[in-house]
C-alpha cells in the first residue's frame, strides 16, 4: 500500500473561517446550471423561511475539498495525486448552508485500506457554524488507482 | 414555490427526468466555481497522462446535476437532508459543441414514518450509468395545515 495507514485517526482544522457569500451561490448555481430562485432570490428566500439565499446541496464539496489540501499534500501520506480520483461522496445536512454564515471545518481521516490493487482514503469533513453548531458532514472517499490499474473506476 | 407536501407522494413514484448536456466550458465553469482544478477536468495531456481516454467531467458536477432532479421535484432544496453518490464510470467529455448528453432520473425508493422519503437516482450517458447507489433524502412538508384531512395516516 502507498498511503501511511498510520494517518488513520488525524484531524485537521482548517484555518480561519469560510464566509458563504450570496455571489459565490450565485456563481455555483450557474455553474451547475440550476437557476432555483431559493439560490438567487434573497426575497424569496425569506418567504420561504430562510434568513438567506440557499446553498445547493452539494455546494459544501467546495468547503471539504479546502479542508482536505493540507491532508493530501502532506508528503507523509504518500498520496500521487495524478492517481487520485473521486470514489464517492455523501452530504448530511444538519441545516441547509446559507449566505451569511460563517463556517469552520475539520478534516477527519476516517479509513485508509488498500483494496484490489488500490488505495482507498475515506475522509469526513465535519463543518460548523460559529457557534459550534453542526450544519453538515460530508464524507469522501478518494481512489488511488495502483500504477497497474488498466480500468479507471 | 413551496416544499413538496408528503401526502402527496406515493413509494415507486417516478419523478421528472432531467436531461444535461454537458461541454468543456461546462468543466471550466464548474472548476472556477468549485474550486477543483484537477487538470484532468481540462488537460487532454493530464487526462492521457493517467490513462483516461480524453478530458472527465467533476464527478461533483455530475452529483450536482442528479441532486437538481431532486431539489426541482421537492420545490426546496433546503428539503435534502441528505445525498451519496459512487462515481462508478468516468463522463468523458469531447471537445466539440456538443459535449456529452447525461441523462437523469428518479424514483421515490422509500416514504419514511418521520416525512422523509428516500429518492434514488440514476445517471446515464450513452447506455452506461456513470453513478452508483446515487440517493437523495428529501424531508417533506408534513405541517397539518397543508393537507388536513389527510394528515392522521403520518406520524410527527
Not at chain 1, 502532506?74 to 449566505?99: C, E, N, W
Not at chain 2, 419514511?112 to 450513452?126: F, K, M, P, Y
Request: negative net charge.
Amino acid at each position: 500500500m502507498a498511503l501511511d495507514p498510520s494517518f488513520v485517526g488525524r484531524c485537521y482544522p482548517m484555518a480561519g473561517t469560510y464566509q458563504v457569500g450570496r455571489a459565490k451561490i450565485r456563481e455555483f448555481a450557474d455553474a451547475i446550471g440550476d437557476d432555483d430562485a431559493l439560490y438567487l432570490a434573497p426575497d424569496v428566500a425569506q418567504a420561504c423561511g430562510y434568513s438567506d439565499v440557499l446553498a445547493p446541496p452539494t455546494f459544501a464539496i467546495t468547503l471539504a475539498q479546502r479542508a482536505q489540501k493540507e491532508l493530501i499534500s502532506d508528503p507523509g501520506l504518500g498520496l500521487d495525486h495524478r492517481r487520485m480520483v473521486h470514489g464517492s461522496q455523501s452530504f448530511t445536512h444538519h441545516r441547509p448552508i446559507k449566505a451569511g454564515d460563517e463556517l469552520a471545518a475539520t478534516l477527519y481521516v476516517d479509513g485508509v485500506r488498500a483494496m484490489g490493487g488500490n488505495d482507498m482514503l475515506t475522509l469526513r469533513c465535519e463543518i460548523t457554524d460559529q457557534a459550534g453548531a453542526p450544519v453538515t458532514t460530508a464524507r469522501t472517499m478518494l481512489v488511488i488507482r495502483g500504477s497497474d490499474a488498466e480500468e479507471h473506476r | 414555490m413551496s416544499r413538496r407536501c408528503c401526502t402527496d407522494v406515493a413509494e415507486g413514484e417516478e419523478l421528472p427526468g432531467l436531461e444535461v448536456r454537458v461541454t468543456r466550458a461546462d468543466l471550466v465553469r464548474y472548476a472556477g466555481a468549485s474550486g477543483d482544478f484537477n487538470p484532468i477536468h481540462w488537460s487532454d495531456r493530464a487526462a492521457r497522462e493517467v490513462g483516461l481516454p480524453d478530458i472527465v467531467a467533476h464527478g461533483m458536477l455530475t452529483m450536482a446535476l442528479a441532486n437538481r432532479l431532486v431539489t426541482t421535484w421537492a420545490g426546496d432544496p433546503g428539503a435534502v437532508v441528505e445525498c451519496a453518490a459512487r462515481f462508478t464510470r468516468p463522463v468523458v467529455v469531447p471537445d466539440d459543441a456538443d459535449g456529452t448528453l447525461i441523462e437523469f432520473a428518479g424514483k421515490v425508493a422509500e416514504r419514511r414514518d418521520d416525512g422523509t422519503v428516500v429518492v434514488a437516482i440514476t445517471a446515464r450517458c450513452a447506455t452506461q450509468t456513470v453513478l452508483g447507489r446515487a440517493t437523495a433524502t428529501v424531508a417533506l412538508d408534513c405541517s397539518p395545515h397543508s393537507h388536513p384531512l389527510r394528515h392522521g395516516d403520518i406520524s410527527g
